[in-house]
């Protein structure tokens, strides 16, 4: 009996230790999840400068596959284009003492304050899709200044060096002004092209489509068009047709945007996009944020290559 009892002993001790041993297991996997060691969600929030474009619909949809992939419930909203509303989204997420930010800026410099607040919280605030101040941990995007060179190569092969363009700028963000420096950078050894209007169609289809209009009537002869994105580059084909110039001049943009394709398919004056991979841009970006909260050092500036589409490779893109 003596001896039995002790076998007994010895064997319930062992199936205990089994169980702490499981359980540790169990939290481990949950951490490498991105949950934390208490077993909680991480709270994630995201601000993005509209959802009234694709691209940032796009986004949003990599947040939800962020948020199954790394155990996270993670909230999504729109600035609609207004630094003071983005500013308010970011100290309402401190607030709410989220644990990481997602920040793809309105206005880079404008939205410094807000991100130096998260900072003094100890919330890391990982970017999104261009850069911005204050004190942001890391940004992951897409190689803009590549997207504006493959832009400008095209460009410049299809004109064979010579003639007429128009660039249509956009917001205040490193990305556009990336694209921007890219493009033009492409066309500096090209004296016999031409930058006959440079204006600011804001990101938007509605107001490039009015910025064009007004292009269009100061100048007779137009070769190419550079906008910063697609819905800016579908609102400058629009207002081509309207004028009845639609077989004058080419469009070359950046996105990759659903209406891009469409517009590419036509085999019209939309010629080429460089497309950009938003949902990938999140889930990379959700990523670096687990790394800093668990006290990883992560790279200040990750970038994601572009992919030029064509009217001849359209079919074959798989888009967003």
Same mark, same amino acid.
């Given at each position: 009996?003596?001896?039995?009892?002790?076998?007994?002993?010895? =064997?319930?001790?062992?199936?205990?230790?089994?169980?702490?041993?499981?359980?540790?297991?169990?939290?481990?996997?949950?951490?490498?999840?991105?949950?934390?060691?208490?077993?909680?969600?991480?709270?994630?929030?995201?601000?993005?400068?509209?959802?009234?474009?694709?691209?940032?619909?796009?986004?949003?949809?990599?947040?939800?596959?962020?948020?199954?992939?790394?155990?996270?419930?993670?909230?999504?909203?729109?600035?609609?284009?207004? =630094?003071?509303?983005?500013?308010?989204?970011?100290?309402?997420?401190?607030?709410?003492?989220?644990? =990481?930010?997602?920040?793809?800026?309105?206005?880079?410099?404008?939205?410094?304050? *807000?991100?130096?607040?998260?900072?003094?919280? @100890?919330?890391?605030?990982?970017?999104?899709?261009?850069?911005?101040?204050?004190?942001?941990?890391?940004?992951?995007?897409?190689?803009?200044?590549?997207? @504006?060179?493959?832009?400008?190569?095209?460009?410049?092969?299809?004109?064979?060096?010579?003639?007429?363009?128009?660039?249509?700028?956009?917001?205040?963000?490193? *990305?556009?002004?990336?694209?921007?420096? @890219?493009?033009?950078?492409?066309?500096?050894?090209?004296?016999?092209?031409?930058?006959?209007?440079?204006?600011?169609?804001?990101?938007?289809?509605?107001?490039?489509?009015?910025?064009?209009?007004?292009?269009?009537?100061?100048?007779?002869?137009?070769?190419?068009? &550079?906008?910063?994105?697609?819905? #800016?580059?579908?609102?400058?084909?629009?207002?081509?047709?309207?004028?009845?110039?639609?077989?004058? &001049?080419?469009?070359?943009?950046?996105?990759?945007?659903?209406?891009?394709? #469409?517009?590419?398919?036509?085999?019209?004056?939309? *010629?080429?996009?460089?497309?950009?991979?938003?949902?990938?841009?999140?889930?990379? *970006?959700?990523?670096?944020?687990?790394?800093?909260? @668990?006290?990883?050092?992560?790279?200040?500036?990750?970038?994601?290559?572009? #992919?030029?589409?064509?009217?001849?490779?359209?079919?074959?893109?798989?888009?967003?």
């Amino acid at each position: 009996m003596i001896i039995l009892s002790a076998f007994l002993l010895v =064997l319930m001790s062992a199936c205990s230790s089994g169980t702490d041993t499981a359980a540790n297991g169990t939290q481990d996997t949950k951490a490498t999840s991105g949950t934390a060691s208490t077993g909680k969600k991480l709270k994630i929030g995201l601000t993005v400068p509209t959802l009234g474009n694709p691209f940032f619909v796009a986004m949003s949809k990599g947040a939800q596959l962020a948020a199954v992939k790394y155990n996270a419930d993670i909230t999504t909203v729109s600035a609609d284009q207004d =630094l003071a509303k983005q500013t308010a989204q970011i100290e309402d997420f401190i607030t709410k003492k989220m644990d =990481l930010i997602l920040l793809s800026p309105f206005d880079s410099k404008g939205i410094a304050a *807000a991100v130096q607040e998260a900072k003094n919280a @100890g919330i890391p605030v990982i970017c999104v899709d261009g850069s911005a101040e204050g004190g942001i941990n890391s940004v992951v995007m897409s190689d803009n200044v590549m997207a @504006g060179q493959q832009a400008a190569k095209y460009l410049t092969d299809r004109l064979k060096g010579k003639g007429n363009i128009v660039i249509i700028d956009g917001p205040p963000v490193s *990305a556009v002004t990336d694209r921007i420096k @890219g493009f033009e950078d492409g066309i500096k050894g090209f004296p016999d092209i031409k930058v006959i209007a440079k204006q600011n169609g804001e990101g938007n289809r509605e107001k490039a489509l009015g910025v064009m209009e007004n292009i269009l009537q100061a100048n007779k002869n137009i070769d190419a068009v &550079f906008t910063i994105n697609d819905q #800016e580059g579908v609102g400058v084909k629009i207002a081509a047709e309207q004028a009845g110039r639609g077989d004058e &001049f080419f469009i070359s943009s950046v996105d990759g945007a659903p209406e891009a394709v #469409e517009a590419l398919k036509e085999k019209k004056a939309f *010629a080429a996009t460089s497309a950009q991979f938003p949902n990938e841009m999140v889930l990379k *970006a959700v990523e670096i944020g687990i790394k800093v909260i @668990g006290g990883e050092k992560v790279d200040p500036q990750i970038l994601i290559p572009v #992919e030029q589409i064509t009217q001849d490779n359209v079919s074959s893109y798989r888009g967003w």
